[in-house]
């Protein structure tokens, strides 16, 4: 199994500001997800990120707005920049350890902004 | 693109009784994996089952099983003897295999309570 440690585990944050959620896992992975998770609502998958290359975004996201760092192969960070209220929401990163076979979560980030 | 739907926002059952969530999911690809994952209030993310999409033989676990009808593209979660502790919401995923392996697909969740 991978035991994958995200932080902050919450934060209230000022509208226009940013926040950076870091995500750190156990075991040396290729790809990292990051997952966005609206009050009440299913988990969307952000943005897909590799080591040593950009991250690949999904339709709704853009890399302006979720820049994702990816320095290593056990360790990503997630950006989420200029806040509105909007953004208010769970934020999970994701791996699948061993390769092809069950993915695991960080405990979440919960974002309020205000 | 894949969808997923969970067409039970709630859902509510005694202890030690049966209970079974429904989903059904759409796709064209051939190679792909089906999940249920179950987050109580903790948020944490707990894989309850998964069944790949080549085998028929329906996956158990314990107390949970599936039924996989992949024609019909549906895959139900059987919940046994439920227990106080399987209160949670519960969520049907899905992934292609390959390099998109991991990429999930998720339905809305069906919120499960289990009463005593």
């Known amino acids: 199994s991978a035991v994958i440690s995200q932080k902050p585990s919450r934060d209230i944050c000022q509208r226009g500001t940013s926040l950076t959620i870091q995500c750190q896992v156990d075991?040396?992975?290729?790809?990292m997800f990051w997952y966005r998770q609206q009050p009440g609502q299913s988990l969307t998958l952000i943005a897909t990120?590799?080591?040593?290359?950009?991250?690949?975004?999904e339709s709704g996201f853009v890399i302006d707005k979720f820049p994702i760092s990816r320095p290593n192969l056990t360790f990503s960070t997630l950006t989420v920049s200029n806040m509105s209220p909007e953004d208010s929401s769970i934020y999970l990163c994701?791996?699948?350890?061993?390769?092809?076979?069950?993915?695991?979560f960080g405990q979440g980030t919960r974002l309020t902004v205000v | 693109a894949q969808t997923v739907t969970q067409s039970q926002p709630e859902m509510s059952v005694q202890e030690a009784e049966t209970v079974t969530l429904s989903c059904t999911y759409d796709?064209?690809?051939?190679?792909?994996?089906l999940f249920w994952y179950k987050q109580p209030p903790s948020r944490q993310m707990i894989l309850v089952i998964r069944?790949?999409?080549?085998?028929?033989q329906n996956a158990t676990e314990n107390r949970f099983s599936v039924n996989f009808q992949k024609a019909a593209k549906s895959f139900s979660l059987k919940i046994s003897d439920s227990q106080l502790g399987d209160t949670a919401m519960y969520f049907c995923?899905?992934?292609?295999?390959?390099?998109?392996?991991?990429?999930?697909?998720f339905g809305q969740g069906t919120i499960l309570t289990v009463h005593p």
């Open positions: 994701s791996v699948v350890w061993p390769i092809d076979t069950e993915a695991f």
């Open positions: 075991s040396q992975v290729t790809m």
């Open positions: 990120a590799n080591q040593g290359s950009e991250a690949t975004y």
């Open positions: 796709t064209s690809e051939n190679n792909y994996y």
């Open positions: 069944q790949e999409a080549y085998k028929q």
């Open positions: 995923a899905f992934t292609a295999g390959g390099t998109s392996y991991g990429k999930l697909t």
